[in-house]
């Protein structure tokens, strides 16, 4: 298994694989988000989304999306991981623990303190892997 950055190449199996995160999450976007989306992270602009996939045997079984960001309370930026996602064919194989590791790779190579992310309560899958590579933290989101 490999871990890189997203490619233009990897549109329709990128797409494929969020398809299957979202459906996880049991959301629906409109197909012009995608290329939104997409085209975001493809941008080199550093305040865009990044995407990293993973590849086995030249297909993708993996992707993750992160955003480097200001915080008020330190002077280097911190990475918000937003999306992670491992095809069912791949769970349990450390793709996830891989992606996750790339990312704190970049925060580190970048000086980031912080990598975090959220997820849902039910993810017990997804809860178990983030309890071995990170620390729960007390914080309780609420949106508008």
């Not at 797409?15 to 999450?25: I, Q």
């Not at 990293?52 to 930026?77: C, M, N, Q, S």
């Not at 912080?114 to 899958?125: A, C, I, K, R, S």
Request: hydrophobic fraction near 40%; charged fraction near 25%.
């Amino acid at each position: 298994m490999k871990i890189r950055g997203l490619k233009e190449a990897d549109r329709a199996p990128w797409g494929a694989l969020w398809k299957g995160y979202l459906d996880y999450y049991e959301t629906e976007l409109p197909p012009e988000m995608y290329d939104i989306a997409f085209n975001r992270m493809l941008s080199n602009n550093e305040h865009e989304f990044h995407g990293l996939v993973a590849e086995k045997d030249g297909a993708l079984i993996g992707l993750t999306h992160y955003l480097f960001h200001r915080h008020g309370w330190k002077v280097e930026p911190v990475i918000y991981l937003q999306d992670l996602y491992v095809s069912d064919a791949a769970r349990g194989t450390g793709t996830g623990r891989a992606l996750i590791e790339a990312v704190y790779a970049a925060g580190d190579a970048a000086g980031c303190p912080t990598v975090y992310w959220l997820t849902q309560d039910f993810n017990e899958n997804g809860r178990r892997l983030y309890e071995r590579v990170g620390s729960l933290t007390p914080f309780i989101k609420y949106q508008r």
